[in-house]
Structures are given as C-alpha cells and as structure tokens.
C-alpha cells in the first residue's frame, strides 16, 4: 500500500515535470531555436510555445542590440608610432537560425573578429588620421565587421573608437610639434603683414612722387605731428625745393 502511495505521487511529480518542460515562455525581445532529434526544426516566439521533451531542444536567442566593449589593442600606424587603441561596438542578431548555427559562440566569435578587424584598419593610416580622422575609421570598421558577421545572421550596427593612448615620449613629441607648426604660422602670419605693409607704401610712394601738392601737404602735416609733442626739442630740414615751391605760390 505504501509503495503505491510512492507511486502515485512519484507519477504526479513526473506530469508536472513534463507540463512544466513542454510549456515555455519568451519575452518579446526572445526567439527560440528549435532542434528535433538533433536536426534544426524552426524558430519561435515570442509568446507561450510548446516544446516536445526528449525529442525537441530550445536555445533562447537575445535579439536586443548588445553593447560589446573591445579590449585595448596595440596597434601599430603605418608611420611607425606605437598606440593603444580600445572600442566598442554594438550589435544584434538578426537571424536566430545562423547565430546559433554558423557559429559555436556569435558572442565569442564577433569579439575577436571586432579585435583583429580594429587592428588591421587602424594600422593602414597614420596617427594623425587616428586622431583626427575617427569617424571615418569608426565607419570603415563597421563597414568590414558588418560584412563578415552577416554570415552569423549578426547585423553591426555602429563602432565608436573611444581611446588612443600614446606612451609620454609621444605626447611630449606632438606637444613640440605643435609649438612648432604654432611658430611657424606666426611667421608666416608676420611676413604676410610685412609684405602687405610694404605694397601699401610703395602704392603711396608711388601717388606721393606724382603730385608735388601731396607731397608738401604730408610734409606739414608731419611738422604737425612732432610739434605737439613738446618732450623734445627738434631741428627740422626744410628742403629748399619745397621753400622754393611755396614762395613761387
């Protein structure tokens, strides 16, 4: 009588087992890939389904985009600088059946390739592309990373560069080339004035020489000019082609 007892109440836990095993629920967000005997059957949800025990499998798939942070990479540029350089990336599976199937681990798998893939395009430029020149290096990368992936049933939605670390003697290196380009400019600035300076007086030199009038009228205007200034006394020469010209009037 015991024994039966036992039984029954071994069959009872049994049946809740199985209806708790048949029955499953994914969220919105959730698909599952379904195997029968091994062999891929479909892909469902989301919502209540059915799944067969013994005979069907289900491996829950995330279809939200994943944010993946790339691990810092020593790269180095195409002009021999040493830099390390770390991104992130952010993805999401759009093809449950081949993110499960193509590849043993999309999550594993799209990491690395994120790794090489990063290295490989930003040791084609030079530093000042990787400093200057981001988002179009962020889009080359998605561009590379996005076509390899599709094959996974991954779809890459956009990379972002987030650091490029230079070691102190690189950094001291650009802070003098910087002051450098900074002096050079200021020269170049100067020598622009200077040459703008001196064809603006030959221009007057040039008005100056063809009228006598002017020429008297900038010579008293001067005498003007250092009379106010009673610091100092000062001898003027008065050319006597002037003195000349102003009694003849």
């Known amino acids: 009588m015991l024994v039966i007892e036992y039984f029954g109440v071994f069959i009872v836990l049994l ?8 029955f499953r629920v994914l969220r919105e967000y959730e698909r599952g890939v379904i195997f029968m005997l091994g062999r891929f059957y479909k892909v469902k949800g989301p919502g209540l389904i059915i799944i067969i025990p013994v005979l069907q499998q289900m491996v829950r798939v995330d279809l939200r985009t994943i944010v993946m942070d790339v691990p810092t990479q020593d790269v180095i540029s195409r002009d021999n600088v040493s830099v390390q350089v770390n991104a992130v990336i952010y993805f999401r599976v759009i093809d449950p ?4 199937i193509q590849v043993e681990n999309y999550l594993e798998a799209t990491s690395q390739l994120s790794q090489t ?3 490989s395009v930003l040791g084609q430029h030079e530093l000042d592309d990787m400093l200057a020149e981001r988002e179009k290096l962020n889009a080359d990368v998605q561009v590379i990373l996005d076509k390899q992936t599709a094959a996974w049933g991954i779809k890459v939605a956009n990379v972002e560069i987030k650091h490029v670390d230079l070691n102190e003697t690189m950094v001291r290196a650009l802070a003098k080339q910087a002051e450098a380009e900074r002096e050079r400019r200021a020269k170049v600035i100067h020598a622009m004035g200077e040459a703008e300076a001196a064809g603006k007086l030959a221009e007057a030199a040039k008005i100056l020489s063809g009228q006598d009038q002017a020429i008297q009228l900038r010579y008293l205007q001067t005498l003007v000019e250092i009379a106010g200034d009673k610091s100092s006394t000062l001898v003027f020469p008065v050319p006597i082609d002037m003195m000349e010209k102003l009694r003849s009037s």
């Open 117 to 119: 893939t990063l290295r």
């Open 15 to 22: 049946v809740v087992g199985l209806l708790i095993s048949i």
């Open 97 to 100: 059946e081949r993110a499960i």
